[in-house]
């Protein structure tokens, strides 16, 4: 691991809400056969597709568990580095890291080639409600992250490199000191587009309640990330602002 990781992911965090991880351990071979899962399980017809789903062996099973496995193991060191960054006790840190108390779940996305990909969005601008999300995508263009004074940025995908998007709970727990990246994906009229996510976060019982150090003031109310599952659910982008102090 790079002595400055943490400080330079710390950065990243503050400056984009995203950011990009190379040499993350995780073997090349586990996130090819996740790849070539999504891609057999959407090529199924839709009734074959939800037996998959559902039967021991099929989506659900050993690949998808390897990996799951595979990136809470990365997932838990991020956290640590990033609640060390931000000056977290360890006492407050072992409430939910490195313990049974998290949420995770894995969502596989397919964007079919769009004859007019002008008039679609793949998927449409939003922040994730995760604490952090990594995301494996597959050659083909489209992940963009929106930057105050760039505008939508392309993140070009890379084998060897998966996308970490903050979330809006580890924004509300950083007291707002680190983005949330507003993100979309657009699609295109020649390659169709994989991608895996998987989010990662305290569970439902959880109080998230701003870090605050020194004479900083709460920008959020605290509360339970169900509670805030809940407003994001009626108020999807105004969620945010709702729980706001000021
Ligand atoms: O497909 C992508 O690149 C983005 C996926 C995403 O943002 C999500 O699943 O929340
Ligand atoms: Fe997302």
Known sequence: ????????????????????????????????????????LFSLPAE???????SSGGATGDTMQNYQNQMKVLA???????????????????????????FEAIQLNYYPCC???????????????????????????GLQIFQKCLGWVPINPDP??????????LHILSNARFHCALHRAIVNNTNERYSVAYFYGPQADYVISP????????????????????????NFKG????????
């Not at 969620?239 to 000021?246: D, N, P």
């Open 1 to 40: 691991m790079d002595p400055n990781a943490m400080e330079q992911i710390g950065h990243a965090c503050e400056k984009w809400g995203a950011f990009q991880l190379k040499n993350h351990g995780i073997p090349l071979s586990v996130i090819e056969d996740v790849e070539v899962e999504s891609k057999h």
């Open 48 to 54: 074959k597709k939800l037996k998959a789903l559902r």
């Open 76 to 102: 838990e060191k991020l956290t640590h580095m990033i609640l060390n960054f931000m000056g977290m006790n360890s006492e407050e840190e072992k409430k939910w890291v490195g313990s049974k108390n998290q």
């Open 115 to 141: 004859p007019e990909p002008d008039r679609a969005m793949g998927l449409a601008p939003h922040t994730d409600t995760s604490f952090l999300t990594i995301l494996h995508q597959t050659q083909t263009n």
């Open 160 to 169: 060897n490199t998966l996308v970490v998007n903050i979330g809006d709970i």
């Open 211 to 234: 870090l605050v150090l020194n004479s900083d003031v709460p920008c959020f109310r605290a509360l339970t990330v169900k509670d805030y599952l809940s407003i994001k659910a009626k």
């Open 239 to 246: 969620a945010l602002s709702l729980i706001t102090t000021t």
